[in-house]
């Protein structure tokens, strides 16, 4: 069996947009018939620009070979050009690519990919989501709102859920590092005692700031959630200085998780090495897909630290999370969105039914990708999947974190 076709389809979620304003899918062909399909999550160019990349990754490391010589074709994908160290992009394109290696082989197996990688571990994995405005709601409110995030929380809970995720603090700027306003401070403390006076020990909350915080800064905004006990202060500081990272861990009770932005083991093992997290969130589209995932967990093994793949991207992503989560023994839990969009995407093959996923047992990743609807929402804007503003904190004014990336006029 060798790899022989690639096609690449951007699609745009409609609105709202949860999960970011497009999603990159690429559908692998072999010699034999076998369909794959993977997901190559956001990178730092435009997803025009990706393309080419995505295509020049299967061309040189990919067409002609084996799909189940994944080891080799990491190898050379992640040595290309004289490298051999993390590439966001490449990466990304290759970790797309990745995981329909593991459909294709999974597929011609007629077995679960988690068979294929050291078998069934976990029976079924607790899901988490992200608090995002009810029907009745007001979309521009919410983010600012302890209330209704609150009533956002116990809905959740009342579906089953027993963790969500918010983030109220500080704006998500490109300059980072930078200290906390006072205010931030005020109504990240707000929308902990709002949630949980809501959801009690029903669910654990988790706390994120998208790395935007300086080490004293973070410091300060962990101690001050502390009396709520978060599950996690999620990358307290910008990602890349893992040494800072490890200083704001040894100083809060809240365990750190960090990894959205992080590739290839290189990153993940650093991380652990210098004591910056003991949560690892990698994103399976662009961090090496799940065999390089699957030697991260077995790292984090090591330091006694969990896996909490996230997710903020379509359901192709999903399902290798759901892969890697049910076949190793320290996920911690699986990020979800739920979107008809989602789901539909990928004809309801799974879904999250009161707070957990059961594994899947279908071939492959587990998905019937819907490829027409995929194909009928082409993406036409010309953001990128998720933005920074350039604008510094606001210390007067205040400042407000719009919930990831609804669509915006282009």
């Known amino acids: ?43 730092s160019v435009a997803p025009e620009a990706m393309v080419p990349v995505i295509r020049d990754v299967f061309e040189r490391y990919f067409f002609g070979e084996n799909p189940e010589n994944i080891e080799r074709i990491f190898r050379r994908t992640y040595s290309s050009g004289f490298t051999q160290r993390p590439d966001l992009t490449v990466m990304g394109a290759y970790s797309g690519l990745e995981m329909a290696c593991w459909d294709i082989v999974g597929k011609d197996r007629d077995r679960p990919v988690y068979q294929l990688i050291g078998g069934k571990v976990n029976d079924r994995l607790r899901a988490y989501t992200y608090l995002y405005p009810l029907a009745h709601q007001n979309i521009n409110e919410f983010w600012s709102s302890p209330e209704m995030a609150a009533e956002s929380a116990a809905a959740a809970v009342d579906k089953g859920y027993t963790a969500v995720k918010f983030d109220p603090a500080g704006p998500y700027t490109m300059r980072g590092g930078h200290m906390p306003a006072m205010n931030d401070i005020t109504k990240s403390v707000a929308f902990c005692k709002a949630i949980r006076e809501a959801v009690g020990d029903k669910a654990d909350l988790l706390f994120g700031t998208h790395g935007q915080f300086s080490t004293a800064g973070a410091i300060r905004l962990g101690t001050a959630l502390e009396p709520y006990s978060p599950l996690w202060f999620e990358e307290p500081i910008p990602p890349d200085n893992y040494a800072e990272m490890a200083k704001v861990a040894r100083a809060v009770t809240t365990p750190v998780a960090t990894g959205e932005r992080l590739t290839t083991k290189a990153e993940f093992a650093e991380v652990l090495r210098q004591g910056a997290a ?59 969105i739920e979107t008809d969009f989602h789901y539909n995407l990928v004809k309801h093959s799974f879904r999250v039914e009161d707070g957990f996923i059961e594994a899947p047992e279908a071939p492959g990743l587990g998905i019937e990708v819907d490829e027409d609807l995929a194909r009928a929402h082409p993406w036409t804007g010309t953001g990128l999947h998720l933005e920074m503003q350039d604008a510094p904190c606001d210390y007067a004014g205040g400042n407000n974190f719009v919930g990831g990336a609804p669509p915006i006029e282009e």
């Open 278 to 336: 003991t949560i690892l969130q990698p994103a399976l589209g662009r961090a090496g897909g799940i065999w390089e995932m699957k030697k991260v967990a077995a790292i984090a093994e090591v330091y006694n630290a969990q896996m909490a793949p996230h997710l903020y991207a379509g359901p192709i992503e999903w399902a290798a999370n759901i892969q890697l989560g049910v076949s190793i023994p320290n996920c911690l839990l699986a990020e979800s």
């Open 1 to 43: 069996m060798r790899l022989q076709d690639l096609d690449v389809i951007i699609t745009a979620p409609p609105a709202p947009g949860w999960g970011g304003r497009y999603w990159i899918f690429v559908k692998v062909t072999s010699d034999t018939g076998i369909t794959g399909w993977g997901e190559c999550y956001a990178s």
